[in-house]
């Protein structure tokens, strides 16, 4: 407010300060960035959660604010991916503690991560991201041996993944699945559930908690 009370006082009062708009302001400089970071700020991703005999990898855009509060994937209330993917696998994962839940997935060889790694974001919605940076799909999946499809969880996941797999996508079974996130409520629960069991359960082959390494 003093910087602008300074530009509108006539020239005659002041003119040592003629050129004081021009000049540069670290100070100032370095006050708007804290201020945007504040209500801009900027969000990273999870580590991913994969195993060498992974062989579904899920792939979802960027941890909501829930999400990030209690370092979980997925840790809105309202969010239905637990009851989705318990569902495919026929394991009550929403009834688990995090731990277990993520042990879970492992065995039945289903992996996670996001596509985003790094982006601006008010609130949690996907239509909110902005100046985001990728996470490295090609690297994890070259090193995931028996991975052979990749799903993505809602359509901005699907869009930023694909891209980022290139060439790469050809090599596997790519799948953009219904958002499991409350924001996506154009879709009922029992349509999301039908599209992603047709999905994943058709995936080959079987899922199963997988044996001992041989």
Do not use: C
């Amino acid at each position: 407010m003093e910087l602008a009370e300074i530009l509108f006082i006539p020239a005659i009062y002041m003119p040592a300060r003629r050129s004081f708009a021009a000049t540069p302001s670290p100070a100032l400089d370095a006050a708007r960035a804290a201020d945007t970071a504040t209500t801009d700020p900027l969000l990273a991703s999870f580590a991913p959660v994969v195993a060498p005999d992974t062989r579904i990898l899920i792939l979802g855009s960027l941890p909501g604010t829930a999400s990030l509060a209690i370092r979980q994937y997925y840790g809105h209330p309202r969010n239905a991916f637990w009851r989705l993917v318990g569902e495919v696998i026929g394991v009550d994962l929403y009834a688990m503690d995090y731990a277990a839940r993520l042990a879970t997935l492992l065995q039945h060889r289903i992996g996670l991560w996001d596509v985003i790694a790094q982006a601006r974001r008010i609130g949690s919605l996907d239509s909110e991201i902005r100046d985001h940076s990728g996470n490295d799909l090609l690297t994890l999946i070259a090193g995931l041996p028996a991975l052979e499809t990749i799903a993505f969880n809602g359509g901005t996941a699907g869009k930023i993944g694909i891209k980022a797999l290139g060439a790469k996508a050809e090599n596997y079974r790519v799948v953009v699945l219904p958002s499991s996130s409350p924001a996506h409520a154009a879709l009922a629960y029992e349509d999301k559930r039908a599209r992603w069991l047709a999905a994943l359960r058709s995936s080959s082959p079987p899922m199963s908690p997988a044996g001992p390494q041989r």
